[in-house]
């Protein structure tokens, strides 16, 4: 029994432990031009602050012509690496980079991705974010997207 007893001890350890390295995003904002943008994505964190993240992303580049204002949907999804610029006392500054493909109404697209990311991190182990996002996308002719999404990320 204590064998069993110091076994399950063990294991929920270090599934807590493990858990801190995945987290769930999800963003919310605004980006250049006229076009609102909603994000979720896996993030897995690697020695010294650094990180991937897998996301999928779904937005609206809106019209103001009366019943146009949904026309302009996309959506689109990638990975990202995250590298660690700087490491605060409850937060760090990360620059984010990576390829992107979607589609925006039928025409499909790839692109890349570039940014920055700033996080504090709360005592229960979530995190608030500010990104600053930049997309150059090619084959469509919404060529540049940039703006500010503002965030959650929750450890799993």
């Known amino acids: 029994m204590k064998k069993i007893t110091l076994f399950l001890i063990c294991a929920i350890a270090s599934i807590t432990a493990s858990a801190q390295s995945n987290k769930l995003n999800i963003d919310a904002g ?11 994505g896996v993030e897995h964190n690697f020695a010294f602050g650094n990180a ?16 146009q204002f949904w026309k302009g949907y996309f959506w689109d999804g ?3 690496y995250k590298h660690r610029l700087h490491r605060y006392r409850n937060g760090s500054f990360r620059v984010r980079i990576g390829p992107v493909f979607g589609a ?4 499909f697209y790839f692109g890349i991705e570039g940014g920055f990311e700033y996080n504090y ?14 997309n150059v996308n090619f084959l469509h ?11 959650v990320k929750i450890p799993f």
């Open 104 to 107: 925006v109404q039928k025409d």
């Open 78 to 80: 990638g990975i990202l």
């Open 121 to 134: 991190v709360f005592a229960n182990g979530c995190e608030f974010s500010i990104i600053q996002k930049n």
């Open 30 to 40: 605004f980006l250049f031009p006229s076009t609102l943008d909603a994000t979720v």
């Open 141 to 151: 002719g919404d060529l540049f997207r940039n703006g500010l999404l503002i965030g």
């Open 52 to 67: 991937i993240e897998v996301f999928g992303e779904i937005g609206n580049h809106w019209r103001t012509q009366p019943g």
